[in-house]
């Protein structure tokens, strides 16, 4: 049964956002004006940088001045259930996360577009350069991989909410506890403490369906150039990163940042920038 495709409307930074239906509204921005065709004729010139389970676009922030000094358009949005996007949509299956980025790419006229994805973000990535190559010129999964499936991991991403001490009395507190400063402002004050601004059974059902298969099929299906990048101490398997190397052997590059975990883009974020624009970087005039 097809799914409704939420649009994924939202705001330029500083410009006020309403949503288009009753379906949802997603967050996203653009920080920048993109840079002058002649300086890098050779270079797709958008990025799509697309954030894990209950992640928020704030977590590309280190990332981001040095993809826009590298010639890149910066695009970034809230997921649906994420951020300030709709907190409890409709459905929040794989085909609605793939329908909104396909919508997000169309309604801003993006071509020639980059696409990042860490972790959940990965899997909607991977997804979307398979049912459309029309639309993704190259991929890169951070900390994400075709491997499945995996039922125990909703099961213990519960775990993992429910054990967080909300509300956090304070940002330092909320940082300590989650391990980065990123995270910490994916909050929200109320009254009586932060709090996680995505609801906790929307996360669950979230990940239930991702978890429920492998992807084999639609990694295979692949058409565009593919960077993976595995944390050295990430959750991404070697095997699974080198099985993923030797069915596509041919556009796919594996890269390891020995040091990072699975946030990859908040553990290391200039090793991560150096793999992602190594390709792109300009030859010394001889």
């Known amino acids: 049964m097809a799914e409704p495709t939420v649009p994924a409307t939202g705001r330029l930074q500083g410009e006020p956002h309403e949503p288009r239906d ?4 997603h967050e996203h921005r653009v920080p920048g004006p993109p840079p002058p065709l002649s300086l890098f004729p050779d270079q797709p010139r958008t ?16 990332l981001t001045p040095g993809l826009l000094a590298a010639g890149f358009r910066v695009v970034s949005y809230d997921a649906r259930g994420h951020g300030a996007s709709t907190r409890r949509p409709p459905t929040v299956n794989r085909a609605a996360h793939v ?21 959940m973000g990965g ?8 049912a459309h190559p029309e639309l993704v010129v190259s991929l890169i999964l951070v900390e994400a991989g075709p491997g499945g499936p995996n039922p125990a991991v909703p099961t213990q991403t519960a775990a993992w909410l429910d054990s967080w001490p909300t509300p956090f009395t304070s940002l330092a ?8 400063e990123a995270w910490a402002r994916s909050l929200e004050q109320r009254r009586d403490g932060w709090h996680p601004r995505f609801d906790r059974d929307t996360m669950i059902a979230t ?22 990048v595995r944390g050295g101490k990430g959750t991404l398997p070697a095997g699974e990163a080198e099985e993923m190397l030797r069915r596509r052997p041919k556009g796919t590059r594996l890269t390891v ?13 200039e090793q991560l920038l150096e793999a992602v624009t190594r390709p792109y970087a300009r030859r010394p005039a001889r």
């Not at 329908?99 to 972790?119: H, K, M, P």
């Open 123 to 130: 899997n909607t990535a991977m997804l979307l350069a398979s």
């Open 173 to 180: 507190q909320a940082e300590t506890f989650l391990g980065h």
């Open 257 to 269: 940042v020995p040091d990072a975990g699975h946030d990859v883009h908040l553990d290391r974020p």
């Open 47 to 62: 990025i799509l940088l697309l954030h894990g389970l209950a992640g928020h676009l704030g977590e590309w922030d280190a």
């Open 99 to 119: 329908a909104d980025a396909r919508t997000l790419i169309q309604e801003l006229g993006l071509s020639r577009v980059t696409v990042l994805g860490q972790s």
């Open 22 to 25: 009753d379906a949802g509204r």
């Open 207 to 228: 990940i239930t369906e991702l978890m429920a298969r492998a992807y084999w099929l639609e990694w295979e299906r692949l058409t565009c150039p593919t960077l993976v």
